[in-house]
């Protein structure tokens, strides 16, 4: 019985499952990666972190860009 709901929940799983929006997320993950690597072989727990600074700063450069005033037009000289 165990395999079975173990393959139910799984097929519930990638079913229900959407596209993310990792928008920063691997270019973060990359840095924090090699710098918890050499700050003392914890590049997964960087990786991580990394990923989630990244998405933090990505997310908040397209807010900045989505209230951004636009620059007003140039007058028409007839």
């Known amino acids: ?3 079975i ?3 139910a929940a799984c097929a519930a799983l990638v079913l229900s499952a959407s596209a993310a929006d990792a928008k920063g997320c691997l270019k973060g993950a990359a840095v924090g990666g090699v710098a918890g690597h050499f700050v003392g072989h914890h ?3 960087g990786a991580v ?3 989630a600074i990244g ?3 990505a997310a908040k450069k397209a807010k900045a860009a989505r209230t951004a005033v ?6 028409v000289k007839r």
Do not use: R
């Open 1 to 3: 019985m165990k395999p």
């Open 49 to 51: 972190v990394g990923c």
């Open 70 to 75: 636009p620059p007003p037009a140039a007058p």
């Open 43 to 45: 590049a997964v727990a």
């Open 5 to 7: 709901a173990a393959a």
């Open 55 to 57: 998405h933090h700063q």
